[in-house]
């Protein structure tokens, strides 16, 4: 059963911007972190923005703090992450995930979330 959508994703040139966005279909979780992750071919899976629903606390990964924003439409319910100044290392497939376990460990371990959307392609080049 699907419970997170992502969209938004695409190609870009360099210092582009692109919006992603995800959905949680069921409005299922209300608690934890909402967090973005990448994953270019070949490498590990990167968390790269979270949410902390409980508290509105966000937290960004090393390389895009200052070029990404994250942000949470609590209506619909919708995640999304604005990116900036996107770089072709910023070129990846990009996760949204939820359903975070309770002292699973830091929000950018990617074992710590229970349930995970499709994917959708950034591609940043000139």
């Known amino acids: 059963q699907v419970k997170l959508v992502e969209s938004g994703g695409g190609s870009v040139q360099p210092g582009g911007s692109l919006r992603l966005s995800c959905t949680d279909v069921?409005?299922?979780?209300?608690?934890?972190?909402m967090t973005w992750f990448r994953q270019p071919p070949g490498k590990e899976r990167e968390g790269v923005a979270a949410?902390?629903?409980?508290?509105?606390?966000?937290y960004y990964g090393k390389s895009v703090e200052g070029r990404f924003t994250i942000s949470r439409d609590n209506a619909n319910p919708t995640v999304y992450l604005q990116m900036n100044d996107l770089k072709p290392e910023d070129s990846a497939m990009y996760y949204c995930?939820?359903?975070?376990?309770?002292?699973?460990?830091?929000?950018?371990?990617?074992?710590?979330?229970?349930?995970w959307g499709q994917g959708t392609q950034v591609i940043v080049s000139s």
């Open positions: 995930a939820a359903g975070w376990r309770p002292y699973s460990g830091s929000w950018h371990s990617p074992s710590g979330y229970t349930s």
């Open positions: 069921g409005n299922t979780y209300s608690t934890g972190f």
């Open positions: 949410f902390y629903m409980n508290t509105g606390t966000i």
